[in-house]
């Protein structure tokens, strides 16, 4: 959330989306507007603090001065654009993370901007992903070097042009990126909403279709703060043995038995979301014994997300929603490892792109096509996405795994009232 004055200058520090001070603001629109509601026209399952809505209101609540000098509430996607063109304008795929927009009718949704203060005229205007928005302007030409007849094209919400990249733009494909956050991908033709409120819907990059996006704070975020703080040895050898530290850990890994000798984590290590939406969840190690060492830790965090991963996958076979195929993308995807206990724990085949980093393909895509370089979405995947990896489940792990899932599902639910007890510092 970037807030602008009437200049296009920043009036405080951006608040990023894992910020979770607008608690108090979520609980006083989860009274005002109520949660079926906001699920039924902006696609979001729960109010929380994640939303710019409630970030929004916190600032009209607790920095008043700032409030009122507010020309323009952008995201970073709405604010780059203005950067190299001058002008404010947004897509809709990005606008299904505001708890503002109404996704039905791709607009923005009135009730809420009342009840958080603003304007439309305080938000930027609506084009479809995809849309050129004009040439960059002369300063942009300037500072970048680049000609002033480039085009700048509207991209995309990060997992909407990860869908694109992974080539998923047909029902039945879901694509899971295991980077900082675990976010999954599943593309619909309508929207599709969850009766106990538990699965996003979002508007898709692509024209007339939807997703559904089970989405969690922490996943290679767990990996990485566990890297930087207890694997110290490994980064040391990085430019000695000229491997990245990541690759050291997944060969420590993999001489630990599935199941990690009986080791669950919980990665909540900034409150849980799809499909728990719980702000308070903590991050939990359990049945710790003198047989664990390093590396059982290191695998039991890639089982952790793998857990994670089937519990949502199991919400959308609820809801009827039937995932045939899975495409892995995102930095873990590098780690044929963690590929494999994904594979395992689900019971179902993985294909790894060549491309791991769709979402810049995937903006690429739309650029591509917005150029006219190739005339549709469909076309341009066709020739630039190609898959590396068929990862097939190994059946003889299936039991073990579910055994390792039923206790991560059961820790979970009886640590819940815990969680909320548990004093949190503030940020």
Request: hydrophobic content about 40%.
């Amino acid at each position: 959330m970037i807030a602008l004055d009437k200049d296009g200058k920043p009036l405080r520090n951006a608040i990023v989306w894992l910020d979770n001070r607008s608690k108090k603001e979520a609980e006083i629109l989860k009274e005002r507007i109520g949660e079926e509601i906001a699920y039924r026209v902006t696609g979001q399952p729960q109010i929380v603090p994640t939303w710019p809505a409630t970030k929004i209101l916190w600032i009209k609540r607790n920095e008043p001065h700032i409030f009122e000098k507010v020309d323009k509430f952008l995201l970073v996607e709405d604010y780059i654009i203005h950067r190299l063109t001058g002008e404010y304008f947004t897509e809709y795929s990005i606008c299904s993370s505001t708890l503002y927009f109404d996704i039905r009718k791709d607009r923005w949704w009135a009730e809420m901007l009342n009840e958080i203060g603003i304007t439309q005229d305080q938000l930027p205007s609506l084009k479809p992903s995809g849309s050129v928005i004009g040439e960059v302007s002369r300063n942009a030409s300037d500072e970048l070097g680049l000609s002033k007849k480039t085009l700048v094209v509207a991209g995309a919400f990060d997992q909407a042009a990860s869908a694109i990249g992974a080539g998923n733009v047909d029902p039945g494909i879901l694509s899971e990126t295991t980077g900082a956050a675990l976010a999954m991908a599943i593309s619909v033709k309508s929207p599709i909403y969850d009766p106990r409120q538990r699965i996003p819907c979002q508007r898709h990059a692509v024209d007339k279709l939807y997703f559904l996006m089970p989405w969690c704070q922490t996943a290679g975020m767990f990996l990485k703060w566990f890297r930087d703080g207890f694997c110290l040895e490994e980064r040391c050898l990085e430019p000695l043995l000229g491997l990245d530290a990541y690759i050291l850990m997944d060969r420590m890994a993999e001489k630990i038995s599935p199941g990690s000798d009986g080791l669950i984590m919980l990665p909540h290590l900034m409150g849980a979301a799809s499909p728990e939406f719980d702000p308070d969840a903590k991050g939990v190690i359990f049945g710790i014994t003198l047989r664990h060492s390093k590396p059982h830790f290191i695998r039991a965090i890639m089982e952790s997300i793998a857990y994670m991963l089937r519990r949502n996958l199991e919400v959308l076979e609820v809801i009827g929603v039937k995932v045939k195929e899975i495409r892995s993308i995102g930095g873990a995807a590098r780690s044929r490892l963690w590929n494999q206990i994904k594979s395992d724990v689900l019971q179902k085949r993985i294909l790894v792109p060549v491309i791991k980093d769709t979402a810049a393909l995937g903006v690429v895509i739309l650029a591509c096509v917005a150029s006219r370089i190739y005339p549709s979405i469909k076309s341009a995947i066709e020739s630039m996405v190609k898959i590396e990896q068929v990862i097939e489940p190994r059946k003889e792990y299936k039991e073990i795994y579910a055994r390792g899932y039923e206790l991560y599902v059961k820790l979970y639910d009886s640590l819940k009232p815990l969680f909320k007890a548990w004093p949190t510092r503030k940020i």
